[in-house]
Nanobody, 117 residues
């Protein structure tokens, strides 16, 4: 059974940093593309950062230069390094992976990130 489990969320002050992790139950190469989304209260879920089907990275304009997506294939883990956090980054962050053969989307349970002084 495919599972994605996020961790690393929490409360941080503006300007601070957090690193989110997404542990996959299997090989990361199962998923293509794979990335991070977020959903703030009262808003639609939006893409934050992703590894595209071609293997490159794509970021939302609002996080460019502040967030970095990375992966450790040996650990089957996807990461999101978030620096210079702002109040508007407050949201539940979700890991997403699309099965490369079956085109099924898998989601983690989400991890809350709150940026507040």
């Amino acid at each position: 059974q495919v599972q994605l489990v996020e961790s690393g969320g929490g409360l941080v002050q503006p300007g601070g940093s957090l690193r989110l992790s997404c542990a996959a139950s299997g090989n990361l190469f199962t998923f293509n593309p794979m990335g991070w989304y977020r959903q703030a209260p009262g808003k639609q879920r939006e893409l934050v950062a992703t590894f595209t089907t071609g293997g490159s990275t794509n970021y939302a304009d609002s996080v460019k230069g502040r967030f970095t997506i990375s992966r450790d294939n040996a650990k089957n883990t996807l990461y999101l390094q978030m620096n210079s956090l702002k109040a508007e980054d407050t949201a539940v962050y979700y890991c997403n992976g699309r099965h490369r053969f079956y085109s099924i989307d898998y989601w983690g349970q989400g991890t809350q990130v709150t940026v507040s002084s």
